[in-house]
């Protein structure tokens, strides 16, 4: 619940998820579940010569359990945000 | 919710005393610590107890993971100071063998070490080393080849996470 609430926050911000075999894309981050599974819309494949796969895919649906990374925005999520986030989830629990 | 906002508040008074007290916040974190509040029945207090906890005496220190693929990552599990100062110490408790963050204040601290119990982390300033072998053909060889790369900051998931260890001292 915890990064799934942290994800939230991160909705609309460019993020690149790097997966398990190693194709990486780039998009803005469009939503999340409780499992992690990931909605990008407008990608872009990191290495596109490497991976032609997708060149006409512009959004995609990502499947939690393949993902390897989340390379996220440096300015990262403001502190505050994440406590209103927490305080939401604590009233809910 | 207004009874809940109540609660959290005179639980909290305690804690905003302690964070006057001299003892600096870096000493209570190596002690695993756990200072005063009341407590209600059938938990304890827990110090280095469980497998986690040593990750979270490692808290905006750096850290080296061990991940599936010859893959390992050194960089800084995140924590905001701020936040912590401002709330004084932490309360852990022990429900049923599992390490978990009791009240509201704990679980803004939780989230700011950025990793949960599936070892999901979120670490800033990583550099990532990726280890490969080729056999040479003809001689048959092996050559060990690393890549280095740096992110500023990174959400792994748990499931690639083989150990986690404060950084190894390399000679």
């Known amino acids: ?93 | 919710m207004g009874c809940a906002r109540i609660r959290y508040c005179s639980w909290a008074l305690p804690f905003l005393f302690y964070s006057s007290l001299p003892r600096s916040v870096k000493w209570r974190k190596k002690q695993g610590l756990v200072e005063g509040g009341h407590s209600m029945a059938s938990e304890e207090e827990s110090t280095v107890k469980e497998p986690l906890d040593l990750i979270r005496l490692s808290l905006d220190e750096r850290i080296y993971v061990k991940l599936r693929s010859d893959r390992e990552l050194r960089g800084k599990l995140h924590i905001s100071i701020r936040v912590w100062e401002s709330y004084g110490g932490y309360h852990v408790v022990n429900h049923g063998g599992n390490v978990f963050p009791r009240g509201l204040l704990s679980n803004l601290l939780w989230l700011k070490w950025a990793y949960d119990q599936h070892l999901n982390m979120i670490l800033g300033d990583v550099e990532e080393i990726i280890t490969t072998v080729e056999i040479d053909d003809e001689t048959y060889e092996e050559i060990v080849r690393t890549t280095k790369r740096t992110v500023p900051f990174l959400f792994v998931r748990g499931d690639g996470v083989i150990l986690v260890s404060p950084p190894l001292r390399t000679a």
């Open chain 1, 1 to 93: 619940m915890l990064f799934f609430s942290y994800f939230k926050e991160l909705v609309g911000k460019e993020v690149t998820v790097e997966l398990k075999n190693d194709l990486a894309i780039r998009g803005t981050l469009h939503s999340v579940d409780q499992y992690l599974n990931i909605k990008l819309e407008n990608i872009k494949v990191v290495d596109d010569d490497k991976y032609p796969h997708m060149l006409s895919v512009r959004n995609c649906f990502i499947r939690g359990s393949v993902v390897r990374y989340v390379e996220l925005p440096p300015d990262g999520v403001d502190v505050d945000i994440l406590h209103d986030a927490t305080r939401r989830e604590a009233r809910g629990s």
